[in-house]
Each structure stands twice: as C-alpha cells, then as structure tokens.
C-alpha cells in the first residue's frame, strides 16, 4: 500500500525529539521551585515555557507571578498571550481588560485584545483596540501591524501598506518575528496591487527576519 512509511530510525529521531522538550520543561519547573519569591522571576519562567508550547504550564506560573505580586501587569498580559494562544479568546480579552483598565495605554494588552477580537470575527471592535495604540503611542509599531493586518484582509491594500510600513518604520516595540509578519504583510498587500517585484522584496525581508514565516515561504514556492 503506497502511503509514508515510518521506520525504526524516525520513530527513534521522534522520541528523542519528545524527550527533549519533556527535560526542558522539567529543567525550567525544577529552576522554578529553586527560585526566589520573586514575581518577576515567575514571568521570566512562564515566557520560556511558552517559547515549548507549553502553554497551560505557563498560565499557572503566571498565576503564581500575581498571587506574589496581584499588580503585575506583564504577568497579567503573559496569561492572556498564552490563553490567546490556546484558542480561549474570551478568556484571554477578558484578562487583557484588566489591563487595560488599570493601565489605559498598555500597548501589549490592547494589541493582544485586538488580535484576539478579530479571532472572534469582530474587526470593528479589534480595529477600535488598534487604535487606540496608534492615537496614544503612534510610533509604537504593535497597533500599526494590527490595522495593517486588518486593513489587508479587508482589502485596503493601499492603506495597508503604510500601515505596515509604519510598523516597520518603528520596529523597536516588536518582536523579531511581529517584524517578519510586517514584511510578509506588506508583500500580501503589494502582490494584491499587482506590485510583484516590491512584494518579492517584502518576502524576502521576511524571511531574512524569520526563515520560518509560513505566508512569505508560499510566496516563494508559489502558492499565493
């Protein structure tokens, strides 16, 4: 029967590959008991876990970070990325509000609420979260890249495109690959205004930030 076949050295290569995720999260919960009461250090700890996908782990050290310290936003913002992450974005929106209500102009909880209302299929309500980011910080990229990635997919491909470009323009507020989704986005909107060589060029910037960025690698194999 014609199918992929699974030998004894990619069963060996995969249960080694699980092996080693299961000793960094047990490295990472042993250095966790080991540390010191410190809230901040409980925020370090749940950021590596969910570096693994670890994401139920660290929401319990996160909630372990605010019953030390109940006033720290960064853990606050840290569970509901990981909440985010596991699809519970009604959960994650309403811990992003607690943010949001004792720190107003918090750009990471506005940009994760906006991220995870549009999960919801509610681009109004994210746009309004973007911009709030972009009228209270407007060089701060986080709420750029949201309206981009909104006014891209609601076809406003030009508007889009100097979103983006902003957000690129003031890459310090975000991650490396936030960065490479900047690029890709841009290389979406371009292709879309029959832009073809300046939306290469947008991929290729994306994938020098992050060779992994799934929207830019189907540009370059043809797929979009």
Known sequence: ???????????????????????L?????????GAAEDSYSWVGKGKDLEKLGQYNEAIKVYDKALELNPDNLA???????????????????????????????????????????????????????????????PLNSLGWLGKGHLLCISGKYDE??????KAIMFKADISTQQYSDAFSGT?????????????????????QMDPHNSIALKHKNGFI
């Open 1 to 23: 029967m014609n199918g992929i076949k699974f030998d004894k050295t990619n069963r060996k290569g995969t249960i080694i590959a699980f092996l080693g995720i299961t000793l």
């Open 25 to 33: 999260v047990f490295l990472i919960l042993v250095s966790i008991v």
């Open 75 to 137: 853990a606050e913002t840290d569970k509901g990325d990981a909440l985010a992450h596991l699809g519970k974005y009604d959960e994650a929106i309403a811990v992003y509000n607690k943010v949001i209500k004792i720190n107003p102009i918090n750009a990471e909880s506005l940009y994760g609420r906006g991220v995870a209302l549009d999960k919801l299929n509610k681009p109004d309500e994210a746009m309004k979260s973007f911009d709030e980011i972009t009228k209270s910080q």
């Open 160 to 165: 889009a495109v100097e979103a983006y470009g």
């Open 187 to 207: 290389g979406v909107a371009l292709d879309k205004l029959n832009k073809h060589e300046a939306a290469t060029k947008a991929f290729d910037s994306a994938l």
